[in-house]
């Protein structure tokens, strides 16, 4: 097995292991300290990894974790496990089989709306676009190192409270109206395993400081998006039919680019549970 950096802002490249197979501890230790490490694994050439593959894998960083909510209008397969979700423009019977189908998708963290956010995500590739779909990953932890005092004491001593409202996939979508889900988290969390500060904002999702007044929260807020949006703290991995990818749900914020929706995107996720998140 080999691990290499991906670019210089976070995601390592690991080639040379199957794992449709049983790994040994030595290889688990090392993915893990790589994961913790670089925020982002790409592993490369998974052909035909089965869901059983995929949810060991995921094993190897914690207990497997559950959908943030259940199944319940998804015709998804009555005999797929329970956890799995489909990122997904398939159809069947003129319906899309998974979930937030098509087209851009702003910077988020998975589950931020809920008391405990996955603690890592997980995409198996299985039907790529020739062109767009990538998800483009932020380093929150060098983001929040790189904060200017001004912002940073702010970020250190505040909640901010992060709502999805589903489907949404851009914040002129957002319809407060219609289904949603909210939760007040920190600002900055830890990484568990490091106690690294993360900066745990996102522009899909992060709606208001508490203890600020809109305007001002507003203001803080876009300034912050801006700052960990900065190409420098920016990886953006185009997707090979094969690649699974599992990242730090905690210190990186993901988004989508836009792809023709005539052609096939079909992902499969899992997720590592998390827990409530810990303030720096
Ligand atoms: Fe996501």
Redesign the pocket.
Known sequence: MKIKPLSNALGAEVTGIDLRQPQDPDTIKALQSAFVENLVLVVRDQEDLSPEDQMRFCEFFGPLGARARPADDRPEKADAPAEVMFVSNRKEDGRFIGS?PEGE?QF?M?QCYTERPARA?CLYGIAIPEKGGDTVFGNLCAAYEALPKDLKAIVDSSRARHVFSYGSTSTDQVDDAGKTTEYVQPMAVLQPETGRPSLYVSRLMTRQITGLEDAAAREVLDLLFDHQERPEFLYTHKWRRGDLVIWDNLCTV?ARTDFDPAQDRHLRRFTVAGAPLKAA
């Open positions: 937030l998708m988020h998975d995500t993901h």
